[in-house]
């Protein structure tokens, strides 16, 4: 599977608005489970502020959209 985003584009998560605007950090290995092999080109690292703390999480990238706004995380 190809890659759908680089580092540093913004994203949500797809059919939830209610979700943070995140930026992509980068892409993560992951081992698939049923498998057994190693995954380097579908899964991200995404990171966003909640509340002043930094957050982040590994997302799929089929479940992610791309924005086309871009901007800061901070709330200024």
Known sequence: ???KFKAG?????KGNNATHK???L?????????????????????VW???????SQVFHQNRLIKLQETGGLYKV
């Open 9 to 13: 584009d913004w994203v949500r998560v």
């Open 49 to 55: 502020y909640s509340d002043g703390e930094r957050k």
């Open 26 to 46: 980068k892409y993560t290995s992951k081992k698939e489970p049923v498998f057994g092999y190693v995954d380097n080109d579908t899964y991200v690292e995404c």
């Open 22 to 24: 995140m930026e992509i």
């Open 1 to 3: 599977m190809s890659r």
